[in-house]
């Protein structure tokens, strides 16, 4: 990603999950390019200039990494990706992987006790994803959610009552570096290594570390994660954890699927779900797309 707008990116994003929603009631029929960029208000020509503008490929290239049978394939060559993954930890090939993240769990006393005695820090701000609010304290990051439905205020209420006994202050000057190394992560040269606050049960900080071994641009499904922790007839289990992930795409919870191929459910929303993996795909093997 170039050194990014981010304000623009994420007015850029809010059309492109538009047309992802439309593109999914019409999807059988293959609809034209016109007709998804007319459910947008732009015309083909814009609509081009815009998905160049937002991930590098066109329209149609990305759409196909949208495509059940573009989930099956990944998930066909996700095994040999997770060997390798959880072979070297974090050291393997892809964006987040290059970020050095890094997990500190809460004790089971401050997970009791919800943040008592601790200093959260929060801002909102664009992404290539629409708007997040990124919460962090002087232990690492413990929050990352992306603003929807209910907008700011409803996304605030759920970071209070994460941590309802924390004291929580607004400082999105502090918060922004991080903002920049979570989605830009060279704009500065080298990456800067990540820490995470975890707070959750001892089986969930497992499945999120885990989470943190799929590569980007590759998919796993539930039931690889529960195998890889030695519970293979856990998959349920690990679809809770995984919905109740408290750090979005750093925790990379939207690279989840179902074993036939289905995207699933996302805790902040289907279509940017969608969005991340098709983002994910094309900067993967952007070198060999053609437009």
């Known amino acids: 990603m170039p050194s990014a707008n981010y304000t623009q990116l994420s007015a850029d994003y809010q059309r492109i999950e538009r047309a992802i929603l439309a593109l999914e009631k019409s999807f059988l029929q293959q609809p034209r390019l016109d007709k998804i960029a007319k459910s947008v208000a732009l015309s083909e020509y814009h609509f081009q200039r815009l998905f160049s503008r937002w991930v590098g490929i066109s329209p149609k290239r990305f759409l196909q990494f949208l495509t059940k049978e573009y989930a099956k394939a990944l998930l066909e060559q996700s095994p040999n990706l997770l060997d390798v993954a959880f072979e070297t930890g974090l050291s393997g090939t892809g964006r987040l992987h290059e970020l050095f993240v890094t997990c500190e769990a809460m004790t089971p006393g401050?997970?009791?006790?919800?943040?008592?005695?601790?200093?959260?820090f929060y801002g909102f701000h664009p992404t290539p994803f629409g708007h997040c609010l990124l919460a962090v304290t002087e232990r690492g990051i413990c929050h990352l959610s992306f603003v929807q439905s209910g907008g700011r205020t409803k996304a605030l209420k759920v970071l209070k009552e994460?941590?309802?006994?924390?004291?929580?202050?607004?400082?999105?000057?502090?918060?922004?570096?991080?903002?920049?190394?979570?989605?830009?992560?060279?704009?500065?040269?080298?990456?800067?290594?990540?820490?995470?606050?975890?707070?959750?049960?001892?089986?969930?900080?497992?499945?999120?570390?885990?989470?943190?071994?799929?590569?980007?641009?590759?998919?796993?499904?539930?039931?690889?994660?529960?195998?890889?922790?030695?519970?293979?007839?856990?998959?349920?289990?690990?679809?809770?954890?995984?919905?109740?992930?408290?750090?979005?795409?750093?925790?990379?919870?939207?690279?989840?699927?179902?074993?036939?191929?289905?995207?699933?459910?996302?805790?902040?929303?289907?279509?940017?779900?969608?969005?991340?993996?098709?983002?994910?795909?094309?900067?993967?093997?952007?070198?060999?797309?053609?437009?």
């Open 110 to 120: 401050e997970f009791k006790n919800k943040g008592e005695g601790l200093k959260i």
């Open 162 to 291: 994460k941590w309802e006994n924390a004291k929580i202050t607004v400082n999105p000057k502090l918060t922004q570096p991080l903002v920049d190394q979570i989605f830009n992560p060279l704009k500065n040269g080298r990456p800067q290594p990540l820490h995470l606050l975890l707070s959750g049960t001892n089986f969930q900080i497992k499945v999120w570390e885990a989470l943190l071994k799929i590569p980007a641009g590759a998919v796993a499904a539930y039931e690889d994660i529960a195998a890889r922790l030695g519970m293979s007839k856990a998959s349920r289990a690990v679809g809770n954890a995984v919905a109740q992930n408290p750090i979005a795409y750093i925790i990379p919870c939207h690279r989840v699927v179902r074993k036939l191929g289905e995207f699933g459910n996302y805790r902040w929303g289907a279509a940017r779900k969608k969005a991340m993996l098709g983002w994910e795909a094309a900067k993967r093997n952007g070198n060999a797309l053609d437009n």
